[in-house]
Structure formats: structure tokens, C-alpha cells
């Protein structure tokens, strides 16, 4: 599963719109009728999307990675206890595919990312994000000079 490419998609006046068959082909082929969307964690304005699949094995990494087999533990058992997996799960929402490819986006998502102008679709490897677009232009601008810096900074590489 790679999610590659940035397409920008329209909502229509329903808040419908279409996950391109690019990224569709990347659900794992038997977890094809639904996808998940949560709010980035770290980014406002952002919301990420996986395969259902996806998402719990990155849930599960986290939870392991954050708070480690007794923080999990406690995590399981203290309701006070913070969470981080618990955190993004919350606030996450099972999206069902159309067999066309279209969904509905949940109304929070859409005002998060000012959707008037449609959403940019961003392929980021084992996951996707939505964007507004001119947020994106100005990220992408961003991670450009960011890559030509990390490019450059190769040859300094100490042999």
C-alpha cells in the first residue's frame, strides 16, 4: 500500500465527492468499501486518511511506542490514564465508498479544511491527507526547499 500523487478533488453540493481510483487501488483489495479519516495530530486544517487497516496498525504502533506493554496496560484498564491512540481514534470516522468511488464528507472534516475550493488530495506513502489547496501550495513550497536542503546536504555525509 503506497498512496502517491496529489489530486485536487471537489465536494458537491451534497458534500460528496470522489476518492480518485489512484488512491482507491491502494485499500487493501478484501477492505475496499470504507476508509478512515481522522484530524492530524499535529497539523490544524489537516485531515489524514487510511485503509481501516492502515489505521489500526498505526493505532497499535502507537500505543506500543508511546506508552510501551505497561503503559499499554494501564491505558486498557485506567480510564484516567492519557492515551494518544485512544486520543486519535476518538475523534476518527469510519468513511463508507460508494462503488463508484464516491463519499460523504463529515461536515467537521470539511470546515476544518475550508472545503469551498475543494480539497487537495496528498498521497504521503502508507498514508493521505486532505488540504485546503492554497494551505498545500504553501506546505509544498515549503517541503521543496526542504528536499533541495536534505539533497545538498548529502555530500556532506562524513565517509
Not at 67 to 94: C, I, M, N, Q, V
Request: no cysteine; hydrophobic share 45%.
Amino acid at each position: 500500500m503506497a498512496f502517491r500523487s496529489e489530486i485536487l478533488i471537489k465536494l458537491d453540493k451534497k458534500g460528496r465527492a470522489l476518492l480518485p481510483a489512484a488512491f482507491r487501488d491502494e485499500l487493501p483489495a478484501d477492505d475496499r468499501g470504507a476508509f478512515v479519516l481522522y484530524h492530524s495530530p499535529n497539523l490544524p486544517g489537516v485531515v489524514n486518511g487510511n485503509s481501516r487497516l492502515g489505521f489500526d496498525t498505526m493505532l497499535d504502533r502507537l500505543r506500543t511506542e508511546a506508552l510501551g506493554a505497561k503503559g499499554s496496560l494501564k491505558a486498557a484498564l485506567d480510564d484516567e490514564a492519557f492515551d494518544p491512540a485512544g486520543y486519535l481514534s476518538a475523534g476518527a470516522r469510519t468513511i463508507p465508498l460508494e462503488p463508484d468511488g464516491r463519499f460523504s464528507m463529515p461536515g467537521e472534516f470539511a470546515e476544518a479544511l475550508d472545503a469551498d475550493e475543494g480539497v487537495m488530495l496528498v498521497g504521503k506513502g502508507d498514508k493521505f491527507q486532505l488540504w485546503n489547496p492554497a494551505r498545500w501550495q504553501v506546505r509544498r513550497d515549503a517541503d521543496r526547499a526542504r528536499m533541495a536542503a536534505f539533497v545538498r546536504g548529502l555530500d556532506g555525509v562524513d565517509a
